[in-house]
Structures are given as C-alpha cells and as structure tokens.
C-alpha cells in the first residue's frame, strides 16, 4: 500500500468513492451490508434490504430493535469513540459533497481502522484518512440486558437505580450504597467513574455511560475493536 502522507489523506473522497463503489450497489445495499458485519457480532439475523426510498437510519433503527438491539448516537471526536471501544456505523461525509454514506467500524489493527464494506478496494485506512471524511456521528449497536430506563440523574429512584448502583459496584465502585435513590453520593460515584472511563463526567447516565458500565462488568463478553 502507499504510505500515508499526514495531513493529505490518500483516500480521495467519500464523493469519489460513492462514484466508484456506492452508486452501482446503492446506499441503502451498502447500509445494509454495514449493519450486517455487526449484527454477527451479536449473533443476530442479517438484515435482507432496505427500501431507498425511506430514510435509512430509521428502518436500521427498526431492524436493530427487532433483534433486541439499539442504535446508541455518538457525536464527538475519533479518539473518544475508538477509547469506548465498541464496533460502530460511522457516517461518512465529505464539504462540498450532499449525503453520507454509512460503513462498520470493526476493529483497530496496527494502528488502523477496520471498515467494512470497503471503500476503494480497502478495508484498513489510518485515522488521518478517515477523521476529515467523518461527520463525528456515530451508532453504536447494543443491548440493554438489564432493560434500564434512560437517561437518569440525580433525584431519580427506583429498580433502575438499583440495578445501576449494582453496576457500579461490579466494576470496583464498591463505596455507592445501594438504595435505589440516585442520591448526591451516587452521582458522585457516576462521575469518577465516567473519568476512570474517560467519558464526560456529568454524573448522569445516558446510553454511553451505561455501556461503559456494561462493558466495565461484562466486557469479555461483549463486541469490541481488538485493538492492538
């Protein structure tokens, strides 16, 4: 492969490649095979298609949820969303250029990002290729196992908050008291933990934190980058 010049990335373009690969196979059919490398990363039924004519990410978020999945948002800089490490959508767009396309984050191997489908014949590019070409949107795929009630925040109580404190102290935060009051202590614990995971500390739990708390208790089990 040609080296990579800092700065000028040798990827031409998200436009260019909607040209060469896109167009021919259509953005929903590239959707679709996307979402499809992360589904078998949960083990869950592919998606057969998708109609061009609707807007895409809402039927992925409807074909998600029928396979007890859920599209969580990122919106943030590469480094924060590869540090969640979890595969994801990434939106790709280009100034100058209408639409986006979508393509799976899969992994991170010697230091590059793994896409898929490829783009240009490529599957592995550097993050100074893909970071101009990335809207800063991202979805990440994910499972609510314990069916908790989002978002949550100081002066909340109740089972969900029980069961978040139980996570906390799961994955070393054993100081929070488990009272099913998201009292000011809790949202204390929320917060150191969301540094140690190097998310924003805002002491309330939206999708992002609950991941981390997830793959904080669980994460042998769960998708991942492999990052190396």
Same mark, same amino acid.
Request: charged share 20%; aromatic share 6%.
């Given at each position: 492969?040609?080296?990579?010049? !800092? *700065?000028?990335? #040798?990827?031409?373009? !998200?436009?260019? #490649?909607?040209?060469?690969?896109?167009?021919?196979?259509?953005?929903?059919?590239?959707? !679709?095979?996307? +979402?499809?490398?992360?589904? $078998? +990363?949960?083990?869950?039924?592919?998606?057969? /298609?998708?109609?061009?004519?609707?807007?895409?990410?809402? /039927?992925?978020?409807?074909?998600?949820?029928?396979?007890?999945?859920?599209? =969580?948002?990122?919106?943030?800089?590469?480094?924060?969303?590869?540090?969640?490490? $979890?595969? #994801?959508?990434?939106?790709?767009? /280009?100034?100058?250029?209408?639409?986006?396309?979508?393509?799976?984050? %899969?992994?991170?191997?010697?230091?590059?990002?793994?896409?898929?489908?490829?783009?240009?014949?490529?599957? %592995?590019?550097?993050?100074?290729?893909? &970071?101009?070409?990335? $809207?800063?949107?991202?979805? =990440?795929?994910?499972?609510?196992?314990?069916?908790?009630?989002?978002?949550? #925040?100081?002066?909340?109580?109740?089972?969900?908050?029980?069961?978040?404190? =139980?996570?906390?102290?799961?994955?070393? +935060?054993?100081?929070?008291? !488990?009272?099913?009051?998201?009292?000011?202590? %809790?949202?204390? &614990?929320?917060?150191? +933990?969301?540094?140690?995971?190097?998310?924003?500390?805002?002491? @309330?739990? *939206?999708?992002? %934190?609950?991941?981390?708390?997830? @793959?904080?208790?669980?994460?042998?089990?769960?998708?991942?980058?492999?990052?190396?």
């Amino acid at each position: 492969a040609p080296p990579v010049v !800092v *700065g000028k990335p #040798a990827l031409s373009g !998200v436009k260019q #490649a909607r040209n060469d690969e896109i167009s021919p196979r259509g953005e929903a059919k590239n959707a !679709v095979q996307a +979402f499809n490398v992360l589904a $078998s +990363f949960w083990q869950v039924p592919p998606l057969r /298609q998708l109609n061009e004519r609707s807007p895409i990410l809402d /039927q992925l978020k409807g074909g998600a949820g029928k396979r007890d999945l859920e599209l =969580i948002h990122f919106n943030g800089r590469m480094d924060e969303l590869l540090r969640l490490n $979890s595969p #994801a959508l990434l939106t790709l767009s /280009q100034k100058g250029t209408k639409g986006s396309i979508l393509v799976a984050l %899969t992994g991170v191997r010697n230091g590059k990002l793994v896409i898929h489908p490829p783009l240009q014949g490529r599957n %592995t590019f550097s993050k100074a290729e893909i &970071t101009p070409l990335w $809207s800063g949107q991202a979805y =990440i795929p994910w499972r609510n196992r314990e069916k908790i009630h989002l978002p949550m #925040a100081q002066g909340s109580a109740g089972n969900d908050v029980i069961r978040v404190q =139980i996570l906390l102290q799961a994955a070393g +935060f054993r100081s929070v008291e !488990v009272n099913g009051l998201y009292d000011e202590a %809790t949202a204390k &614990t929320v917060k150191e +933990f969301q540094a140690s995971r190097k998310i924003s500390a805002t002491g @309330k739990v *939206g999708p992002i %934190t609950l991941v981390q708390l997830y @793959k904080a208790v669980n994460g042998a089990s769960l998708p991942s980058l492999g990052k190396d």
